[in-house]
C-alpha cells in the first residue's frame, strides 16, 4: 500500500513538472526546450532546463531525477512514467 501511494504522489509531480517546464518553453517565445540539451551524468535528452526530468530514447518514458545532484550515472535514481499509458515503467540502470 505505502509502494503505491509513492508511486502515485511520485507520477504526479513529474507530469506537473512536465507540464510547467512546457509552460515555461511556451513563455520563452514558443521555442521548445525539448531536445535542445543532454544531461551530462546520464546522457538522455533533457525534458526542463535544469536537466531534473529526462526523456528515455526509444520510449515515451519521462524520468524525473530522485537525486538531481548525483554526478556518477551509477548511483543516480529516477521515478519514471510512461506518458502513452501513464503507467510506471522501468528506471535506467
Do not use: H, W
Not at 501511494?5 to 511520485?10: C, D, F, N, S
Not at 515555461?24 to 514558443?30: L, T
Not at 521548445?32 to 525534458?47: E, L
Not at 531525477?65 to 535506467?92: F, G, H, I, W
Amino acid at each position: 500500500m505505502p509502494a503505491t501511494i509513492i508511486r502515485l504522489v511520485a507520477s504526479t509531480a513529474l507530469f506537473a513538472l512536465c507540464a510547467a517546464g512546457a509552460a515555461r518553453a511556451q513563455d520563452a517565445g514558443g521555442a521548445a526546450y525539448a531536445g535542445d540539451a543532454y544531461d551530462p551524468v546520464s546522457g538522455y535528452r533533457c525534458v526542463t532546463p535544469f536537466c531534473d526530468t529526462v526523456a528515455l530514447p526509444g520510449t515515451s518514458c519521462l524520468c524525473q531525477k530522485l537525486n538531481p545532484n548525483e554526478t556518477r550515472r551509477e548511483n543516480v535514481r529516477y521515478a519514471c512514467t510512461d506518458m502513452k499509458s501513464r503507467q510506471q515503467c522501468d528506471a535506467p540502470r
